[in-house]
């Protein structure tokens, strides 16, 4: 049995729609996909569950969970260490998720797949192996004030321990990436480019690929993170033209404590390892002098340090079946629609009484909404919502730079989608908003 076989034998989603000669749905039937997310027919203080922090963490379909389950029940053990049937399989099923992944985002193959906990981790990861390794006192590196937290701090902390220069790009009045500061902040000195695909707060799509032809063209490295991104819109490395991306798998239907980081091959062959020991081995040498050394694995594994979260990778790559059968460009359609309806609905029922953040152009935004009522607290906001069974997300979203540059002192109210979501709910929560605000303003 070889590890296609045995991925295969999980339980296949249940989505009976239209689909094209390659299995892919053309067109959505949104209540038969709900069918496949149990958590959904939970009801939240009597209210039926409406789920809009999907920015935050995704729900997870049957197969995957059925998934998880069965790894367990069936295929448990280490992998890379033993020669019985149990450790042979595992490998193969941990190995083809790496398959699977690279597929998914247009890699090479699966040396270009680094599994890792989550997106924090993996920006991490580049931060301390390319950044200590390319860096030296007076070189630059490049983000902007829409990063979350774990697209500043690894560079603001590497900036300071090698002294070299972190340079903030501002957003323009319509919330997009300011591409003329950004031109003008690029030099020789620029080292790294950091970036996010798609920003957490204001749904803002970044065009990566223009930035990084134009960071290209002074030969610095471009690290993208997609936590946003990955999970919702077709995602192809080559054509980007990037170095690095980091995303998660908890974001894309996937079980927590899996994460990706992609990157070029010969990058990973040319930086050392940040963790040591376990599987990323391939020989270690001690004499009685005290010295050591050591040959490192081959890729990706030089990079996957201990024993990994295995049932996570399974996981990760039954999540990623589960989207490519739906086919991303219906995702990514099925949000724009999602979007547009919820900003017009707000705009129209509520009007002067909430203020939106993000561009006003659907083409360039994802499915976040993040807002504010007039004179309320963003978190009495979602405390009120929660009455409603509504959870959204409320605070600074793990970005309190962007949420300082907007003058936003308690954060924001995050509506986000995902494939389950409905034109009801939205009028659900928009019709919650208005009862809010009638309780406020009586």
């Known amino acids: 049995m070889n590890s296609y076989d045995i991925i295969y034998i999980f339980p296949k989603t249940t989505l009976p729609l239209q689909c094209n000669n390659s299995g892919v749905i053309m067109s959505l039937n ?90 924090s981790e993996a920006l991490n990861l ?73 920003s957490n707060v204001l749904g ?29 819109m077709p995602i192809d490395v080559k054509d980007l033209g990037i170095d690095f991306l980091a995303f998660s798998g908890h974001k894309m239907l996937g079980p927590t404590g899996i994460g990706v980081l992609y990157a070029k091959k010969e990058i990973l062959e040319d930086i050392p390892p940040f963790l040591l020991g376990g599987d990323m081995i391939r020989e270690v040498h001690c004499d009685l002098e005290g010295n050591c050394w050591a040959k490192w694995n081959d890729l990706p594994w030089k990079f996957e340090a201990g024993t990994p979260n295995i049932v996570g990778g399974v996981g990760l790559a039954e999540a990623i079946k589960y989207l490519k059968r739906i086919g991303m460009n219906n995702v990514r359609n099925h949000e724009m629609d999602l979007t547009g309806y919820a900003l017009q609905r707000l705009n129209e029922e509520i009007g002067d009484q909430i203020i939106i953040y993000g561009p006003k152009e659907i083409e360039v935004r994802g499915g976040i909404i993040a807002f504010n009522l007039v004179n309320m607290d963003p978190h009495v906001v979602a405390l009120y919502l929660d009455e409603y069974g509504i959870a959204v997300r409320s605070g600074f979203h793990c970005a309190q730079p962007l949420h300082e540059r907007l003058n936003l002192k308690n954060g924001s109210v995050r509506a986000s989608f995902y494939i389950y979501n409905t034109h009801d709910e939205i009028d659900y929560f928009v019709n919650a908003l208005k009862e809010i605000l009638r309780k406020q303003n009586s």
């Open 126 to 198: 580049v931060a301390m192996t390319l950044g200590f390794h390319t860096l030296s006192k007076g070189d630059e590196i490049i983000i902007s004030i829409m990063e979350h937290h774990s697209n500043i701090l690894p560079w603001s902390n590497l900036a300071k321990r090698v002294g070299a220069k972190l340079k903030i790009i501002d957003i323009t009045p319509n919330y997009m990436l300011n591409m003329e500061m950004l031109e003008e902040a690029l030099s020789e000195k620029t080292k790294i480019v950091a970036i996010t695909h798609m």
């Open 30 to 119: 949104i209540k038969e996909i709900r069918k496949d997310f149990p958590i959904l027919s939970r009801k939240i203080r009597g209210k039926r569950l409406v789920y809009f922090d999907n920015a935050a963490t995704s729900q997870k379909p049957i197969q995957v969970i059925n998934a998880i389950k069965r790894f367990y029940e069936e295929f448990n053990a280490n992998i890379h260490r033993g020669l019985h049937t149990l450790s042979q399989e595992s490998s193969e099923l941990y190995e083809t998720a790496h398959d699977i992944v690279a597929e998914f985002i247009n890699a090479s193959g699966r040396e270009e797949v680094v599994f890792v906990r989550n997106t």
């Open 204 to 232: 803002t799509i970044n065009d990566i690929k223009r930035i990084s032809k134009i960071a290209h063209e002074y030969d610095a490295f471009v690290v993208v993170d997609g936590a946003q991104s990955v999970p919702h």
